[in-house]
């Protein structure tokens, strides 16, 4: 071998580059990979950035949702969770709404608003709304008796959270003349109705 190989340069199409370094016990790998070594690419899949709230959006903001089972409801908003979504409720006495989690880009943020300070849902979070993976799963039998609408169970836990917070709810919205009525009334639109110049 020539002296100094191990300073040579190689000049390729993209420029100059290193050659590689050499083995200088003289002995070949043992192993050589049958395939190219794929290096993981970077994915954003696990980064999960909560959407920052509308500034419209407060704790005690009156709300219309737009999409769902509950489309056209009026809700009370009592607060926004980590993952972005915004805790409602109806109450639940009034429209039927219970509590439950909902995106806010499906909601219209009215200029009405209560005092839900009293309100205590810290104990509710996104944590609360997971379902039991084991009361999900089905048997081989009960896949081919059809698709009959199975009723909903609801644990005593969440009734007892929810007739909690519709009570402190419901004495903040029975000091606004008018307001259980506005909760009770479904949003809708006419023909001649232009939303984009409604003043909610």
């Not at 040579?8 to 580059?17: D, S």
């Not at 954003?44 to 920052?52: F, W």
């Not at 917070?165 to 006419?190: H, M, P």
Request: with cysteine; hydrophobic share 35%; charged share 30%.
């Amino acid at each position: 071998m020539t002296a100094g190989a191990e300073n040579w340069r190689v000049y390729g199409i993209a420029g100059p580059k290193k050659a590689l370094p050499v083995d200088k016990s003289g002995k070949s790998p043992k192993y050589y990979p049958a395939d190219d070594i794929k290096r993981p690419k970077p994915s954003r899949k696990n980064v999960h950035k909560p959407a920052r709230v509308r500034q419209s959006i407060t704790p005690g903001t009156i709300l219309i949702l737009l999409a769902g089972r509950f489309r056209g409801k009026r809700v009370v908003c009592l607060k926004s969770l980590p993952s972005g979504l915004l805790l409602i409720t109806g109450p639940y006495t009034l429209n039927g709404v219970p509590l439950r989690r909902v995106n806010q880009a499906y909601v219209i943020a009215t200029t009405t608003k209560i005092d839900v300070s009293g309100v205590d849902v810290s104990a509710i979070s996104d944590e609360y709304f997971k379902r039991d993976k084991a009361s999900d799963g089905e048997g081989e039998d009960e896949f081919f008796l059809g698709d009959a609408p199975k009723p909903a169970i609801v644990s005593e836990a969440r009734r007892a959270d929810q007739k909690r917070v519709d009570e402190v709810v419901l004495g903040v919205v029975g000091k606004t003349v008018n307001l259980k009525r506005y909760l009770k009334a479904r949003f809708s639109l006419k023909g001649n109705d232009l939303p984009h110049k409604m003043k909610f």
